[in-house]
């Protein structure tokens, strides 16, 4: 399996590239030309297709004791519907002040909400099914409703901006994804841990508002950097693409930590 | 049968969910209500029929149809505010951007001007290039679900250009 991670993680850094190439090309031809609508139903075929395509891709690592498939799905589906009926709608209407308090309350609301949301869906349906007998299990599990929760993210994204500019709109899609699933994995691996394991009782906890804390950074991070290279006349895509490499570095070193973690527990088991 | 498939086959205790969840709802509603003292001066404004929140401290001035928005000038350090001008993308396919950085005061025009005004041009939004969190700068995150559109003539972008300036100045 972890091989299998691995191999998903270079899976994905492909997939990012066609979908950056496709969006720019796409970007060329269809800003000037389509219409709020088509941009909508582009925007949520893009952003389904994504989600879809990378569940099935990192499924598909998991070659030796596959998770059966509509465990899987009905954890992304889950995890979407109460990202958009109600954790996502919560977070909205969260007090957010300015200041250093900013961090704070970012972190025990919004980074809390949208964690515990991936937690529960991963332990209210797929830890009951007793489908979750290893820790990769519980990282499959997690990436499901990671994606699932990017997914609610994405359309609500693109059906409220009445559908956004290609390529930037495509950037803020695959960038979610990226976090959200690699969040997933790591809120999974948590909860696969505390199921299997005899880990302290605040284990789990603290492990959730440190993933939640993680959220928070990346998306301050990303806001930081977006605002620092838009200058006057700029165009606004250096920031999206930033955005999306500062995702995949995000991805990328919470999959190597979670595989690294893995290997060192499976070392002294 | 190892211990793992062992653990995994045996009953699942739900002391572990219900601290959890314990925990989860404790730190969220913590945070609220942190949210809601430190925040309490937010102001809200209603653009174009979508709720705007306002940081601590920005101030709404109603003019005859115009809302000006002024921006204390150590808040607003750090705003960026991207106004996207898409004039008519069928006729003249102009579809361009324009950042005005650090500005004190931001023009709002009510959804009533913007009907008078569409002929001239089409709308300016903030959230068409990526959302705000993507665009904006870190003082934007803030404007979490700022959906509604930021209005202003295209012939009279310069002019609001210099205004910004202007104001910048008599203001500090």
Do not use: C
Request: overall charge negative.
């Amino acid at each position: 399996m972890r091989r299998g991670l691995r191999a998903a993680d270079g899976g994905l850094v492909v997939l990012i590239v066609a979908v950056s190439a496709l969006a720019l090309i796409m970007d060329a031809f269809s800003s000037q030309t389509l219409r709020s609508g088509p941009r909508v139903v582009v925007g949520l075929l893009f952003a389904v297709g994504t989600a879809a395509l990378w569940l099935v891709l990192f499924y598909r690592q998991d070659r030796l004791e596959q998770e059966p498939k509509h465990l899987v799905a009905t954890v992304a589906v889950v995890a979407a519907l109460g990202a958009a009926a109600i954790s996502e709608p919560l977070i909205r209407l969260a007090p957010i002040p300015d200041g250093p308090a900013r961090l704070l309350v970012g972190v025990l609301v919004a980074g809390m909400v949208r964690e515990f949301t991936k937690y529960l869906s991963v332990r209210l349906v797929a830890v009951p099914s007793h489908n979750v007998n290893e820790r990769a299990d519980g990282v499959i599990y997690g990436t499901a409703a990671g994606l699932g929760y990017a997914l609610a993210m994405s359309t609500t994204f693109v059906i409220s901006t009445g559908g956004a500019d290609v390529a930037p709109g495509f950037a803020f899609i695959t960038a979610t994804m990226l976090v959200h699933a690699a969040l997933g994995g790591l809120v999974g691996y948590l909860v696969a841990r505390d199921h299997l394991e005899s880990v302290p009782v605040w284990w789990l906890p603290v492990g959730l508002l440190v993933t939640a804390a993680i959220d928070v950074a990346f998306f301050e991070a990303r806001a930081a950097l977006a605002g620092a290279v838009t200058t006057p006349g700029a165009s606004g895509m250096l920031a999206s693409w930033l955005g999306m490499g500062l995702a995949l570095a995000t991805a990328t070193a919470i999959t190597i930590a979670l595989m690294g973690a893995m290997r060192q527990e499976e070392a002294a088991v | 049968m190892t211990a793992v498939a062992v653990a995994a086959e045996r009953p699942i205790p739900r002391k572990s969910l219900v601290i959890t969840s314990a925990v989860a709802l404790a730190a969220m509603s913590a945070g609220w209500l942190v949210g809601l003292v430190v925040g309490s001066a937010t102001t809200r404004l209603n653009v174009g029929g979508l709720g705007l929140q306002l940081p601590a401290g920005w101030v709404v001035e109603e003019e005859t149809d115009t809302q000006v928005l002024l921006v204390p000038r150590g808040l607003a350090r750090d705003v960026a505010v991207v106004i996207y001008l898409a004039d008519s993308q069928e006729a003249s396919g102009g579809v361009d951007h324009f950042l005005l950085s650090a500005p004190d005061r931001l023009l709002l025009f009510t959804p009533d001007s913007y009907d008078d005004l569409e002929a001239t041009f089409r709308y300016v939004r903030v959230d068409r290039l990526g959302g705000p969190d993507e665009v904006m700068g870190g003082r934007f995150v803030m404007l979490e679900g700022f959906a509604a559109a930021v209005f202003a003539p295209l012939d009279q972008l310069h002019e609001a250009q210099v205004d910004f300036e202007r104001i910048v100045t008599s203001v500090e």
